[in-house]
């Protein structure tokens, strides 16, 4: 069922943000990238309570830097980096669901 998804342009980003998390999108976007017959767009589906800020943004960057347009949507939770994540997805193209739980940190610092 996973590799149907794939085949039809859709990606389950579910759990833990980790290495393996950012290895699926990355093998998933580049795959995508690479055909001859791309699609006009890409989905990420995101549930996940966060993980490691270092793979979410290597994830963000994956998905910014894809030529096809990468759409998210939100389904459970999107805590912490996988709210990052999801808002990463194409301008326009973000979609929560209803009963979404949605928790971001406070952002504070200074510029220098």
Do not use: W
């Amino acid at each position: 069922m996973m590799a149907d998804l794939v085949d039809m342009g859709k990606l389950m980003l579910f759990g833990e943000i980790d290495l393996i998390s950012s290895q699926q999108v990355y093998e998933f976007v580049n795959m995508h990238n690479a055909r001859r017959r791309k699609f006009k767009s890409l989905e990420i589906i995101v549930n996940s309570s966060g993980g490691m800020i270092n793979q979410c943004f290597a994830i963000i960057d994956i998905m910014t830097s894809s030529e096809i347009p990468i759409h998210t949507t939100a389904v459970g939770e999107i805590l912490s980096s996988g709210l990052l994540i999801f808002a990463a997805g194409a301008r326009g193209h973000r979609l929560v669901h209803r009963n979404v739980s949605i928790m971001s940190h406070q952002i504070s610092g200074e510029v220098s």
